[in-house]
């Protein structure tokens, strides 16, 4: 019954330089980037460039992602900025240890249990209600003071320039703001773009026909606030005239005002946490713990599978359906936990250690048969947690990564977002408001009134899939620097990418390549292939094998935007997501 797509993929030694494709002169081989010093991979060639050119100024790797961000919050709006949040794990090599910082957005010292009560998604996406407190300005600020080497004001220079002198707008910003577009009832009657300034800047205002790829376009407001950043630090953005200038617009939104004002950008605090790590087949994979339930989700995957022989069952094809079988029943086991137990820990007990425990996630992985197990339930995983309610809340669309390693061997994964397409459609002196917030469960309790681990409450972080990953080998050194946008879908993608590179030995791009599947306890989905961006494969004939073994399977576009950096013996490898607009730069 297993159709043997990919028989030669086992073949590939992780350690390969140049990946043996298909023969055929029109098919893509998907080749790694290869650099032997530092490199950037970020989901856009501008950003990308910023960070090489800090890089090899002699920058760290929190010089460069402050540059690649700078940049992504010009030339990439739609996913991430100066007014949304970030998670990052980072490897610092001079001691060796690794740690997380929660830039994640907060609610509003005001906001309550019943914020999103009774409103739609749209309705409370494209408000006031949706905006938290931004993460990343102060993020900036706070990893560049621990490990910056490089002048801060000169991280915001390209940036800066890109905004004044202008840069060509991107084929996905222009699309992705023609379908929002596309969703109002009218050009003067706006659910999307309300903000006229937001309008104004990605469309024409009179039509409201989204501006072409390749227009031109200037920020100056945002190259004031590269300038303000880097006279003032992140004060620039939490105190001041910016500071009042969000606050405003919150409050002022015409669809539905907010409550966030100047005491509460005042008072966000980057959080330092502890890693999430589970040893997978010998590997440490660290991640991001709660308030994501990425590092979580990605470890019970990892560890419900370790049981499984992987390698074996596909004969080294990752899209063995048996291969497929068994990841996705690990992601519905791993997605029913995160539902019912994740939330800010400075709000709830998350049983974080018991979930990742190894004799839990035996008995969890005891539950998978031949055949598709149906809508997982939540186990019980040893330690103390809150009684609570599942919430499977499940976003898409405003977010970006970006993977550093540089040449002391300093890692750093960076999730970042404004959560939804264009955040909350509200630009504040260049950049876009996020609507982080609709990441809260829209009820506070459960049927029998039991309270929801990720219920809205005041300076609280939503829940959060963002999966921010470093591995590292047996002898503690740093192998993969992975990670994702994609809403809850997140998980998958990473996770997917972590079993590419440890089980089917595959390099960064040619694991890009591969199509993806996965299950968030809902249906199967499969990747459909994309000519010249996914590998080819027969996706009906997956989905039949898969169907005959129980699944609801349904064959859809899987957007992710993975950035992936390898560190193979004597080189760095890299690889970018062609599925969104990546590139890998270094040297
Ligand atoms: N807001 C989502 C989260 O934090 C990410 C959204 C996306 O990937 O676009 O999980």
Redesign the pocket.
């Given at each position: 019954m297993f159709r043997k797509v990919f028989a030669s993929i086992a073949a590939v030694s992780a350690a390969t330089l140049v990946v043996a494709g298909a023969a055929s002169a029109d098919v893509p081989t998907f080749e790694s980037t290869a650099t032997v010093r530092e490199m950037v991979v970020t989901a856009n060639p501008l950003a990308t460039d910023a960070g090489e050119r800090v890089l090899r100024s002699g920058g760290t790797a929190v010089d460069a992602m402050i540059a690649a961000q700078a940049v992504l919050g010009l030339v990439e709006p739609q996913s991430s900025g100066i007014g949304g949040g970030a998670f990052v794990v980072y490897h610092d090599a001079a001691t060796g240890t690794t740690t997380t910082f929660d830039a994640r957005e907060t609610a509003p010292s005001a906001a309550t249990e019943d914020r999103f009560l009774g409103l739609g998604f749209f309705t409370a996406w494209q408000s006031g209600l949706s905006v938290g407190v931004p993460g990343v300005p102060r993020l900036l600020d706070v990893l560049h003071d621990r490990y910056g080497a490089r002048p801060w004001q000169t991280l915001f220079t390209r940036a800066k320039t890109l905004a004044q002198d202008g840069f060509a707008l991107t084929e996905r910003t222009s699309s992705q703001a023609a379908g929002l577009l596309a969703l109002n009832p009218s050009c003067s009657d706006r659910v999307f773009f309300r903000d006229p300034t937001a309008l104004a800047y990605f469309a024409d205002p009179a039509t409201c026909v989204a501006k072409p790829a390749g227009t031109i376009v200037t920020n100056r407001d945002y190259a004031d606030v590269m300038k303000a950043l880097a006279k003032d630090g992140a004060d620039a953005v939490y105190t001041g005239p910016i500071a009042e200038e969000i606050a405003h617009a919150v409050q002022s939104d015409p669809a539905i005002p907010g409550d966030m004002t100047t005491a509460d950008l005042a008072a966000y605090d980057v959080v330092e946490r502890a890693p999430v790590c589970l040893d997978y087949r010998g590997h440490d994979v660290c991640g991001m713990g709660p308030p994501s339930s990425g590092g979580l989700a990605v470890g019970q995957i990892l560890g419900i599978l370790e049981g499984f022989d992987l390698a074996g069952a596909g004969a080294g094809d990752p899209l063995d359906d048996e291969v497929v079988h068994l990841f996705t029943q690990a992601g519905r086991l791993a997605f029913a936990d995160r539902n019912l137990y994740v939330g800010d820990p400075d709000f709830v007990t998350v049983p974080a250690e018991g979930m990742l425990d190894e004799a839990y996630l035996a008995s969890r992985a005891a539950l998978i048969s031949d055949t598709d197990m149906g809508t997982a339930g939540p186990g019980t995983p040893p330690g103390e947690f809150d009684p609570t309610a599942p919430d499977a809340t499940a976003?898409?669309?405003?977010?970006s990564h970006i993977s550093i390693v540089d040449r002391w061997g300093n890692a750093l994964s960076m999730t970042t977002?404004v959560?939804s397409s264009f955040g909350n459609g509200v630009m504040v002196h260049g950049f876009l408001l996020n609507n982080?917030l609709t990441?809260f469960s829209f009820t506070p309790v459960g049927s029998d009134g039991t309270p929801v681990a990720n219920r809205v409450q005041p300076e609280k972080r939503p829940r959060?899939?963002?999966s921010p990953t470093i591995v590292f080998d047996s002898t503690g050194a740093v192998e993969l620097v992975t990670g994702s946008?994609?809403?809850?879908r997140?998980i998958g993608y990473t996770a997917q990418s972590i079993v590419n590179h440890i089980d089917f030995g595959l390099d960064p791009q040619y694991s890009i390549a591969v199509p993806h599947y996965q299950n968030r306890n809902g249906s199967t989905e499969i990747e459909v292939p994309v000519p010249g961006v996914t590998l080819d494969y027969d996706a009906a004939a997956l989905a039949a094998q898969l169907v005959a073994c129980g699944h609801a399977v349904s064959i859809t576009s899987l957007e992710s935007g993975l950035s992936i950096i390898e560190i193979a013996p004597g080189a760095l490898l890299g690889g970018a997501d062609l599925r969104r607009d990546g590139t890998v730069g270094g040297r």
């Open positions: 976003k898409t669309s405003g977010t977002s959560e982080q990441d959060s899939s963002m946008p994609g809403g809850s997140i």
